[in-house]
């Protein structure tokens, strides 16, 4: 049906981006079954990780770090740990002097381990803690016990190794100290002071009678009672998180990639024009050809009554038939079982319809209904026939049910919808028949059949949830609306269907309203 511009302009919706949050919760909303899955593997693989991986326990012990006075002249050139303007180092230090192969070697001696120093060493850690004096050192086994005799282990032998290094050092010390004194005259050691050698010597033999005094045992590690990891709760934490992260990333990449059509409101934001029937589904809806009306159901047959009505609310006037034209956006969205379905709804009330044909690439309806066309649409266009010998009946259908249908396909011949034989072809039937009714191809992709849009009463849409997409269909909107035709409404296929009560109720997908179609 053609319009002008300022009737059309109103039924199609502006493709304007949503503001992010709508689009947001639409996106989720519309695949929460793939966030849903997404979340359900990742509690899996986390609840998996939990029962296969290996138990690991973890103990604590602690090291006091005492820096010595740098200026006293007894600890000088004793390698101890001494105070710095940086605190922090200090402590820094004492961690560095844990984690070394000769502790870790001195550790494997200790316990009677059979491993290598560095393989112990990847499971020690040792760390100052913050704004303290302490040194952390946590070991990690599968056994709590080995938890705890390692890190108390390296705690002790740190400050075992770092005593018999300091006094070493000490005893050489000493021995110097010792030979100085011995040789140097009494009236000179007592006039020194603090400073003398025998000084000096007292404070050595006070400090090589004590362990290293920058080092001490702050705490030993108690017996770990619960597995650090892995953590049961929080491993599930984890991969809940995961999951939904994933799934909707998931949901969002398939959203951008398969656009498709997934309930009434998108069609309805796209178009503002009626839905005129809501087809529901049918388990046979996607095999090959249309669906035959002697294959539909009771619902399905009561749908195709709704969209008659619907289009065709009053007596034919005028000394022509009505016609409308049925089309669509792409391929396998049910316009060859729509016009077929309405045709035949039309035929069952008694008038004369005449079914046209008009997809020469893709032709479908002939070799569904095993019709015998011996000449039909191409000898029409070509000249050859006129269109009351061209037409034909199909077995076990009504009489006054006539079909132009098309021979083979022939995608060279499409071109002549658009000559004026065709409409000439369509002015012909309209006035042998009550009813004209037309399977167009899709318009958006395949132009060939627009001209007898342009020429019909109506157009009808159909789209099909789960098949069609959003961006052809608003692309068949703009060139409907270029060409200043204005469709009578949609027809929605593939609508999920339940009984209650002996009533069939019809709704696009959970969450939806359901509308009841009366019987």
């Not at 597995?227 to 491993?235: D, E, N």
């Amino acid at each position: 049906m053609v319009a002008s511009n300022h009737e059309v302009a109103p039924w199609l919706g502006p493709r304007v981006e949503e503001e992010g949050l709508q689009r947001y919760a639409r996106t989720i909303r519309e695949r929460w079954r793939v966030v849903l899955a997404c979340v359900i593997v990742a509690l899996i693989g986390a609840g998996a990780y939990v029962a296969l991986a290996p138990k690991v326990y973890q103990a604590n012990s602690q090291l006091l770090v005492t820096p010595v006075d740098p200026s006293d002249p007894t600890t000088i050139g004793l390698g101890l740990i001494s105070t710095s303007n940086d605190p922090g180092r200090d402590v820094s230090t004492a961690a560095s002097l844990v984690t070394t192969v000769q502790v870790s070697a001195s550790v494997i001696s200790k316990l009677g381990l059979h491993e290598t120093p560095r393989k112990l060493l990847a499971n020690v850690t040792a760390v100052p803690l913050a704004n303290t004096s302490i040194v952390s050192i946590t070991a990690s086994a599968s056994k709590p016990e080995r938890a705890q005799e390692v890190a108390n282990a390296f705690a002790e032998q740190t400050v075992a190794l770092r005593t018999q290094r300091v006094h070493a050092i000490e005893d050489s010390a000493i021995a110097l100290l010792k030979a100085e004194v011995e040789h140097q005259p009494k009236e000179l050691l007592s006039a020194s002071g603090n400073n003398s050698a025998a000084a000096r010597l007292a404070g050595l033999e006070e400090l090589r009678a004590q362990p290293d005094p920058t080092l001490s045992i702050a705490a030993l590690a108690d017996l770990p009672t619960a597995q650090s990891s892995p953590r049961k709760a929080l491993s599930l934490v984890a991969g809940l998180f995961a999951g939904l992260i994933l799934g909707l990333a998931a949901a969002f990449v398939l959203q951008n990639v398969d656009p498709k059509l997934r309930r009434e409101e998108q069609l309805r934001e796209l178009f503002r024009l009626p839905v005129l029937s809501r087809i529901p589904h049918e388990a046979s809806s996607r095999a090959t050809g249309p669906l035959l009306p002697s294959k539909v159901n009771t619902a399905t047959a009561e749908a195709y009554r709704t969209l008659r009505a619907t289009v065709f609310s009053g007596e034919p006037s005028g000394e022509l038939g009505q016609s409308v034209l049925i089309t669509g956006s792409s391929p396998s969205e049910g316009k060859s079982s729509t016009a077929l379905n309405l045709a035949y709804s039309l035929a069952q009330t008694g008038r004369q319809v005449i079914l046209i044909e008009a997809d020469l690439r893709r032709p479908s309806i002939a070799k569904s209904l095993r019709a015998d066309v011996p000449f039909g649409l191409l000898g029409v266009l070509s000249g050859q026939i006129p269109v009351s010998e061209a037409l034909v009946s199909a077995p076990d259908y009504p009489e006054n049910l006539r079909m132009l249908l098309v021979e083979r396909p022939e995608p060279a011949a499409a071109d002549r919808l658009a000559l004026p034989i065709a409409q000439e072809m369509l002015h012909t039937a309209q006035s042998l028949a009550d009813y004209v009714v037309i399977d167009s191809p899709p318009l958006s992709q395949i132009v060939d059949a627009l001209p007898l849009a342009q020429a019909v009463d109506e157009v009808l849409i159909v789209a099909r949830l789960g098949t069609s997409r959003v961006n052809t269909l608003a692309e068949l909107g703009e060139l409907l609306l270029q060409n200043d035709i204005r469709p009578l409404g949609v027809v929605l296929v593939d609508v999920e269907r339940s009984a209650r009560g002996g009533e069939y109720y019809y709704g696009a997908g959970s969450g939806n309203r359901h509308e009841r179609a009366t019987r």
